[in-house]
Nanobody, 116 residues
Framework: QLVESGGGSVQAGGSLRLSCAFS????????MGWFRQAPGKGLERVSM????????NYVDSVKGRFTISRDNRKDMVYLQMDSLEAEDTAVYYC????????????WGHGTQVTVS
């Protein structure tokens, strides 16, 4: 189960922090991350993080602005979003995925981020 929180409305240039509480067995071949879907557009992989937190990746459009992290003691994944732009407006989904190809296995319900 994946449960997101932390979305909301913010002005351009502002910051938000998304949180995802995850549960269930974590297989070594899995990873965690965030996808998003902007209005009228398809799903986009935003950022992924390995199980030990040592490896991360980001879509080019958020590099230098977003930071993914996790706390395995608390079973939490975070997405710190700074210098937000209107183009970041989307529903953000927490996912558990295969580390080999980032194919999502499980999805959260999503949280809305609106940047104006």
């Amino acid at each position: 189960q994946l449960v997101e929180s932390g979305g909301g409305s913010v002005q351009a240039g502002g910051s938000l922090r998304l949180s995802c509480a995850f549960s269930g067995y974590t297989y070594s071949g899995h990873c965690m991350g965030w996808f998003r879907q902007a209005p009228g557009k398809g799903l986009e992989r935003v950022s992924m993080i390995s199980n030990d937190g040592g490896r991360t990746n980001y879509v080019d459009s958020v590099k230098g602005r977003f930071t993914i992290s996790r706390d395995n003691r608390k079973d939490m994944v975070y997405l710190q979003m700074d210098s937000l732009e209107a183009e970041d407006t989307a529903v953000y989904y927490c996912v558990r995925a295969w580390y080999s190809d980032y194919a999502p296995l499980y999805w959260g319900h999503g949280t809305q981020v609106t940047v104006s």
